[in-house]
């Protein structure tokens, strides 16, 4: 099955600073990828996700982009905002017979500050 | 389009009673999950089902049963509350496509006192 390992936080930013958050994951297929974000006080809705090597998601500013080769799925915004406070979830989808195990890192808290 | 609705939002219960949280989903999803969220540990898997009329255990589940007896509908039951099962529960579901999203509803913040 999956694993993933994802940068723990917290990470406290300032607004418009650069925020990476690193992910890297384990699979014994070719998973799908997907970012998560949390809001305060609210359930996980997808950010962006990539399913092929190369492929790059992106939303809101945010970025990813699948790199098979070293297994990582990094998160990227150029600027950040304080409506980006948050925690981030990296998460592996694994295909084929064993396409319903969802796998999720610990999450990523960030806090953006004026 | 409701998504995924949980139901209550809130609630407090005392050792050793009762409870049912209720999930539904909309989207015809074959795939549905429940888990938990504590400070520092992210979201752990309690039960899942990838159909209606079947159900599986997660990571998680001692103390918890779960039913599936509509396809739309996953219900997860706690017998006997205890504190260790204060946390925030999440439901979830999907697609059986590996390339989609999953859905999450808002939430059961639970405190068992």
């Known amino acids: 099955g999956n694993s993933v390992t994802q940068m723990e936080g917290p990470v406290t930013l300032s607004e418009e600073a650069f925020l990476t958050i690193n992910c890297t994951y384990t699979?014994?297929?070719?998973?799908?990828l997907f970012w998560y974000v949390q809001y305060p006080g609210e359930g996980l809705q997808l950010l962006l996700k990539a399913t092929k090597a190369d492929d790059k998601g992106s939303n809101k500013g945010f970025e990813a982009t699948y790199r098979k080769e070293t297994t990582s799925f990094h998160l990227e915004k150029g600027s950040v905002q304080v409506s980006d406070s948050a925690v981030y979830f990296c998460?592996?989808?694994?295909?084929?017979?064993?396409?319903?195990?969802?796998?999720f890192g610990k999450g990523t808290l960030l806090t953006v500050n004026p | 389009n409701a998504g995924v609705t949980q139901t209550p939002k809130f609630r407090v219960l005392k050792t050793g009673q009762s409870m049912t949280l209720l999930c539904a989903q909309d989207?015809?999803?074959?795939?549905m999950y429940w888990y938990r969220q504590d400070p520092g540990m992210g979201l752990r898997l309690i039960h899942y089902s990838v159909g209606e009329g079947t159900t599986a255990k997660g990571e998680v589940p001692d103390g918890y049963n779960v039913s599936r007896l509509k396809k739309q509908n996953f219900l997860l039951g706690l017998e006997s509350a205890a504190p260790s099962q204060t946390s925030v529960y999440f439901c979830a579901s999907s697609y059986a496509d590996s390339d989609t999203e999953a859905f999450f509803g808002q939430g059961t913040r639970l405190t068992v006192v």
């Open positions: 699979a014994t297929g070719y998973p799908s």
């Open positions: 998460a592996p989808r694994d295909s084929g017979g064993s396409n319903y195990k969802l796998t």
């Open positions: 989207m015809n999803h074959e795939y």
